[in-house]
Every structure is written in structure tokens, then in C-alpha cells.
């Protein structure tokens, strides 16, 4: 049967189509049957010669279900792979494609049975839904033509219906596409990223916001527009209540990200995308649904942490949308257990908000970074956060008792008894070790044979700060202040900096901090700088060396620094420096603004302390010119361990390679140790390191006398400094240097367990 094409025209009423399309769903028959009646429905309603429907089957194999124009005969027949043909393309990028001649598409694959060579042009879409692709819509025309972006949108709109019946569980069993489900009920561990330290045990509770939409053609849109406002202007009032009640504390970057939360929530251009799709006859509930599925592939591609973030704050936005448009935006979550492992894709941070915090035990993600939005949150409400945990959706049921082991990156789904009672004999003797750990609080850092060892804690949140007095440690051995940074859309001016800065001082009262100036590149990076494409970003235009070939950045966080300090002392120092001659430039940089902020009659700092980290080896073959500039030497342990080994920090495969508890690691650092002596610089050392209480004991032992580290190891490292023999480890230390071993590890354990030194 052939029809008659009229090019361009015809697609205008995407209204009607969608009208008849409704019908067929609402129609009572099996699966197949409406299938089959929905690509002649929607071959007519769109004036093309062929409708064809592809569902997506285990293997990750496209398969024809139901055609309108090609053979019958390939029914079930014609299978391609995702990335096969350019209907597996659409399915694998997830994006619409039209060709004017398809048979020119680099992709294009022959299928015989299909007798589709006498069509040249092709429009096709994914069908979604939960943004996972479950099947493809494609349209075909004999001529050669021109589909239009509104054609194609139409044809994104029909997917969306169409998605409600491929997913719903008759045409393909859903255990098919999800085989773990079989296996459900075993015992699994999952490992992940470390987001927020700590463990929690609890029940799952499966972040559900989905809201199935019932309804997609509205019959009246002015009462859609009507519906929309009125569910928009409560979304707003509710999350006014919401953060306002957050027990959060007032300052902090949590509040910054709740603000730009909270903006997101007017965006203009995002409601009048939805008032769009409203007006063109789609129910409020599916136009905003819409509007996020083409947010989701226009966003899918891209790696921009900040735009990430972006996504995840609408993702939430919309889901609470949705629940508005229901008529439940107040309602209460449903009853949860007492003890909640809350489980999701993703989270916004108004999203934890939601979730009872006396009930929160711990928050897994499958995705994430250390500084996404809600990992942030996470950190001011002190709930361990486990992200990038794969496919943890799909592989737990509600209810099913989950252990989150953040601290060391894992999870166990359904934990047998042995498990879960080792979990539970740690969290105890953790609850016992802290109780210690809070009761030597106010006790200095001293081995048994007295010597001082300083103990800091390394930060970058200003919730981080409220550890100092938590822990009892001395000051803050590091601060991080590229975080900030990045959890903004642009470069904080000089007043904007300043204004943090100041709160930083304030926060840490009298005790030192130790300012690291912007450490960017590498894994940190800033939506307004985008990476230069680098094949090895640890090693590349990271750092100070974006620092010192942008002056102007530093140059601004200096004088931001420089006016925050206000007649207290000022200690900076400069990351990644590599040779002497980039410390000088830092220096003159720091210098002019020191005379700019004196000349203008600013309050000077009652004192300037000038350090550099070593994290790079050259500079350990310069340390004599070095040490005559600096003021402090800091060893970042976990880049300069990186370019020791020549080995890759984050690379799973390498993590157990190589030891840091190595004779030339120990060597390195003695000698290093030793110059600072001579020469009568304090030296102190900030990476990873320093924050295991083993590490510290060699370190202690090779003579470094001030080691800063993640807050939670504070009283451990203490614990064991406070237990230890420093006369009797040096020397033993000193001996295991000069072996040919690959690590000391067990021979320094052994010595801690037959002295007594707590670990
Ligand atoms: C280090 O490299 O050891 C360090 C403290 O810096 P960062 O981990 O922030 O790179
Ligand atoms: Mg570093």
C-alpha cells in the first residue's frame, strides 16, 4: 500500500497523532496488538510509509516487534546490536537521528528481509524511559526529505507514550533486560568511592521519585498552564520551608549550593520550555517530563563537572515537579524504616533534605564525585556517602539490609550473618575507639619518651573547620581552597574570596592554617577553565602552573587572602612547585600585592609565612636554594608517591602495586627530613599519608614532627604517637631503610605490636 507524501507538510498536528495514539494504548488489548495498530496510527498520523518499532532485548539486541511498510516477515526476525545500523546508533547515543537518504549513513546495514531498500529518508528516535533506552521509533519515507526538528520532536513525544507500554513488562519479561534479578536474593559486595567517610547499616529505601504519568495529551491547556503555575508556585514556598528548616547551620558551602538550588528552581528558560510543551498539547506532568528527557541527552555527553551538577539539581527539580503536579509536594515520604541506607541513581541536594536525618544511616550513589552537591550535604549532615557504585539500582529490592563501608569504598548488599556481625563488632569498637579518641581530645600529641609530634587536619569545607575543636587538633595542615571553587559556575571575585577567607579564620580562631593556593587541572576541575584535552592531566597545565601563566588568578587570591588575614598570620603556600625559579615567581607575585595592600593602607597581616609543598621529585635535587627562600616545607604525599612510582593514583590496577611503606619511599623522606634540619625549616607533610596510623609511626620514625590529615584519623595518629617509643623505633626505622624489600609493611606492624604502640 503506498500513501501519499507530502514533503515538509503534514506533521504540523502532532496534537492528533498523539490523541489517536492515546487511544490505542487505552484500548483493551494484549501488548502486541496495540503495537501493532500504533505503527499504522502513527505511519498515517505522520504521512510516512513506514513505521517500524524496535524493542531493546537481553544481549543489548534491538529487535523488530511491530512495522507498518516493511515485510511482516521480519517480525521478530530482524535483530541489531546497539551501535549496529543506524537504528542501533540511535539506540547507543541515545539521540534522535534524521537522514535524508539513509542508505549513505557510514551505519547504515542492509537487512534483506525487511525489503526496506526502496526507502530513502529515515527519521528515528529513542524510546525512553528512566533515561534508559528501551526500544527505537523509526519512520521512513520512499523520497528523499527533509524532517524537520518539530517533526522530530513529535516523534520524541510519541516515543514517551510509547515507552509506557515497551517497559511495562508484557512484550519483553523485565527479568530478560535485568538478569541480576535472578540472583537477587544472594549476598553481594559492590565497591565504590569514597564520597563521605564512615559506615552505616540499615534497610534500603530506593530513591523513587518517578511519577508515572497518566495522562500525556491534555484536553484543555489553558487548565494545564493553570495546573503548572499553581504546582510551580508551591514547589517554591515548599522549598523555601524546606531549607529553612534544614538543620544545617548558616554558613557553609552547603548554603551556596541550596542558593543556586534554589535559583535553578526560577530558571526561566526551563519553564518556558514546559510552557511550550503545554501548549503543545501535552499534560503538565509530561511536558516536564519532556523537557527533562531533552535536557538528559543534550547533557549525556557531557564530562563538565559543574554542568553535571547543573543536571543533578534539575534531575531533583523535576522529580519534585512532579510530585507537586500530583497534589503530594507536602506529603511526607512514605513510612521509612528506622535505620535507612537511602539508594539512588543520583540525588540532588534538596533531595537528601527530604529524607529524616535522625533515620539516615548512610547514602549510596551510582553516581558522584567528592565534590558533587550532594556529597557536600552529605558532609555538613555527617551521613557516610558511597558514589559510583555501578548498576546499584538494579541490584537491590526495598528492605533488603545493606552495609555501607564508605571508609574503604564498599557495600554489602544482603550481608550473611558473619558479615554483619563483623560489622557490627567495628561500629562498636569504633563507638569505643572514638570514645577514647574524644577523651584524649585535649591531650597533646607526645610519644611515651616525649617528643612533640603536631597533628592538623587537612580541609576544604568550612564544615570541615568544625573538626578542629572536635578532634582537638592543632591547626590546619592544609586547606584546600580550590573546593570552593568548584562548586560554582564562575570565578569568585576578589571580595567574594575574601569574604570566605574571612570565615575561614574565624572558624579556625587561633589556630594556624596552612593555604593552599588554587590546585586546579588534574582531577579538579572548574566548568569556567575547561581542560585543554590533555593525554596526562596529572602531569600537565595543573596547579601553580596555571597559576603562574594566569597571574591574574593568583594575583586575586593573594590579595583576597592578604585582606581576610587582617593583623592575624598569614601562612600560604604553593602547590605542585616543580623548580626554585617557579617558587620565586609566586613569591614576586605575592610580594607586589603585600606592597599594593601596604601603599593603599590596607591591615596588613601581623605576619606572612611562605611555603611550598614537594610533590614534584625535581625539586628534592634543588632543596638547598629551596629551603634558603621558604618559610615551611609541606610534602603532598599522594602526588609526589604518584610521580615516585611513575604510578597513577587513582588506577585501581595500581593501587596495591607499589608500597608507600617502601625502603625508597622512607629514604626519600629522610633525606628530605635532613636538609630541613640543617638548614632549620619546619617541615611538615600533608597527603594521605601521614592520616594511617602505620604511615605515621615510619614517619614519625624517619623524623618528620608534623603531620596533618583527614580529621577522622586524628585520634588514631594521636593514639599511636601518644603510645610510642621514639628511641627505640628510630633506629629500627633507620635499619629497614637499607633493605632491598619491596615494602616494610610487616616488619614495621611487628614492631608495633611488640612495643605496645596503638594502631
Ligand atoms: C598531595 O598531593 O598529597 C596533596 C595533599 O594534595 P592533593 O591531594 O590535594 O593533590
Ligand atoms: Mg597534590
Known amino acids: 500500500m503506498e500513501r501519499k507524501v507530502q514533503r515538509g507538510a503534514a506533521w504540523s498536528d502532532a496534537r492528533r497523532v498523539l490523541k489517536s495514539v492515546r487511544d490505542v494504548m487505552a484500548a483493551a488489548r494484549s501488548a502486541e496488538a496495540r503495537l501493532e495498530r ?30 507498518e511498510g516493511l515485510k511482516h516477515e521480519a517480525v521478530h526476525v530482524t535483530r ?17 537521528v534524521a537522514l535524508a537518504d539513509a542508505k549513505s549513513h557510514p551505519a547504515f546495514a542492509y537487512r534483506p528481509e525487511t525489503g526496506e531498500e526502496i526507502y530513502r529518508s529515515l527519521l528515528g528516535v529513542p524510546i525512553l524511559r528512566g533515561g534508559r533506552v528501551v526500544g527505537v521509533l523509526v519512520v521512513q519515507n520512499r523520497k528523499p526529505r527533509h524532517y524537520t ?8 513525544t510519541i516515543a514517551m507514550v510509547l515507552a509506557e507500554l515497551v517497559a511495562g513488562g508484557e512484550l519483553v519479561d523485565p527479568a530478560e533486560l535485568h538478569p541480576t ?75 551556596d549550593v541550596l542558593e543556586a538550588y534554589r535559583m535553578f528552581a526560577e530558571d526561566r528558560g526551563w519553564l518556558m520550555r514546559i510552557r511550550e510543551a503545554i501548549g503543545n498539547g501535552l499534560t503538565a506532568e509530561a ?30 527539580l523535576t522529580n519534585r515537579l512532579m510530585q507537586h503536579l500530583a497534589g503530594n509536594g507536602q506529603a511526607a515520604l512514605a513510612a521509612l524504616p528506622d535505620d535507612v541506607v537511602l539508594i539512588a541513581r543520583s540525588l540532588g541536594p534538596a533531595e537528601l533534605l527530604d529524607y529524616d536525618r535522625a533515620r539516615l544511616r548512610a547514602v549510596v550513589l551510582e553516581e558522584g564525585s567528592a565534590t558533587a552537591h550532594v556529597a557536600i550535604i552529605g558532609r555538613a549532615l555527617g551521613v557516610p556517602v558511597l558514589g559510583r557504585v555501578k548498576g546499584v539500582v538494579e541490584k537491590i529490592d526495598p528492605l533488603d539490609p545493606v552495609i555501607v563501608d564508605a571508609d574503604h569504598g564498599q557495600m554489602f548488599i544482603r550481608p550473611g550473618e558473619d558479615v554483619q556481625q563483623a560489622f557490627q563488632e567495628a561500629m562498636q569498637a569504633r563507638a569505643i575507639r572514638a570514645a577514647a579518641y574524644v577523651s584524649m581530645r585535649d591531650l597533646p600529641a607526645v610519644t611515651s619518651d616525649g617528643v612533640s609530634v603536631t597533628v592538623n587536619i587537612n580541609a576544604g ?38 569574604r570566605f577567607y574571612r570565615k575561614v579564620f574565624k572558624f579556625a580562631r587561633n589556630r594556624p592554617v596552612a593555604f593552599r593556593t588554587l590546585d586546579i587541572g588534574g582531577d579538579k576541575l572548574l566548568s569556567y577553565m575547561p581542560p585543554a584535552g590533555e593525554e596526562n592531566p596529572a602531569m600537565g597545565w595543573r596547579s601553580i602552573r596555571i597559576g603562574l601563566d594566569h597571574p591574574v588568578l593568583l594575583r586575586e587570591q593573594l590579595r583576597a587572602l592578604i585582606r581576610a588575614a587582617a593583623k592575624r598570620r598569614l601562612e600560604v603556600m604553593f602547590p605542585m612547585i616543580s623548580e626554585v625559579a617557579e617558587f620565586d615567581a609566586a613569591r614576586a607575585i605575592l610580594d607586589i600585592e603585600v606592597e599594593r595592600a601596604r601603599s593603599r593602607g590596607g591591615q596588613l597581616p601581623k605576619e606572612i609565612r611562605v611555603g611550598a609543598m614537594l610533590e614534584v621529585p625535581a625539586l628534592a635535587w634543588q632543596i638547598e636554594p629551596l629551603l634558603a627562600r621558604v618559610d615551611f616545607l609541606s610534602i603532598g604525599s599522594n602526588d609526589l608517591l604518584q610521580f615516585l612510582f611513575a604510578s597513577d593514583r587513582g588506577h585501581p590496577a595500581l593501587s596495591e602495586r607499589y608500597d608507600m611503606l617502601s625502603p625508597a619511599v622512607l629514604m626519600f623522606l629522610r633525606s628530605v627530613v635532613e636538609r630541613c634540619a640543617e638548614a632549620k625549616v619546619p617541615l611538615g607533610i600533608c597527603g594521605e599519608m601521614a592520616g594511617r596510623p602505620l604511615e605515621a609511626m615510619a614517619l614519625v620514625g624517619v623524623g618528620l614532627r608534623s603531620l596533618s590529615m583527614a580529621p577522622a584519623s586524628v585520634g588514631p595518629v594521636k593514639a599511636m604517637v601518644r603510645s610510642l617509643d621514639l628511641a627505640s623505633l628510630e633506629p629500627y626505622v633507620l635499619g629497614l631503610c637499607r633493605r632491598p624489600d619491596r615494602s616494610l609493611r610487616a616488619a614495621l606492624k611487628g614492631f608495633a605490636q611488640d612495643h605496645g604502640v596503638s594502631l
Open 287 to 316: 511536558a516536564v517530563q519532556k523537557v527533562q528527557d531533552d535536557t538528559r541527552l543534550r547533557m549525556s555527553h557531557i564530562t563538565d563537572p559543574y554542568l553535571r551538577e547543573r543536571m543533578h539539581d534539575f534531575e531533583d
Open 149 to 156: 526538528d518539530e517533526e522530530s520532536e513529535a516523534l520524541e
Open 461 to 498: 569545607l568550612l564544615a570541615d573547620l568544625s573538626q578542629l575543636d572536635e578532634t582537638g587538633a592543632d591547626g590546619v595542615g592544609l586547606y584546600r581552597t580550590e573546593i570552593p571553587f568548584m562548586v560554582r559556575s564562575n570565578f569568585p571575585d576578589v571580595n567574594v574570596q575574601t
Open 181 to 255: 534479578d535472578g540472583i537477587a536474593l544472594l549476598p553481594l559486595r559492590l565497591e565504590g568511592a569514597r564520597l563521605n567517610g564512615g559506615i552505616g547499616m540499615g534497610l534500603a529505601v530506593l530513591h523513587r521519585p518517578r511519577v508515572a504519568i497518566t495522562r500525556i495529551v491534555a484536553e484543555d491547556p489553558a487548565a494545564e498552564r493553570e495546573r503548572f503555575d499553581q504546582a510551580v508556585s508551591s514547589l517554591h514556598t515548599a522549598l523555601d520551608d524546606l531549607f529553612a528548616a534544614a538543620d544545617l547551620g548558616d554558613s557553609g558551602e552547603h548554603r
Open 38 to 67: 500504533m505503527v499504522q496510527v502513527i505511519a498515517a498520523g505522520m504521512v510516512a510509509e513506514v513505521c517500524s518499532i524496535y524493542v531493546l532485548r537481553a544481549g543489548d539486541v534491538l529487535e523488530l516487534f511491530a512495522t
Open 80 to 96: 541489531l546490536r546497539v551501535g549496529e545500523g543506524v537504528v542501533g546508533q540511535i539506540a547507543a547515543h541515545a539521540r534522535p
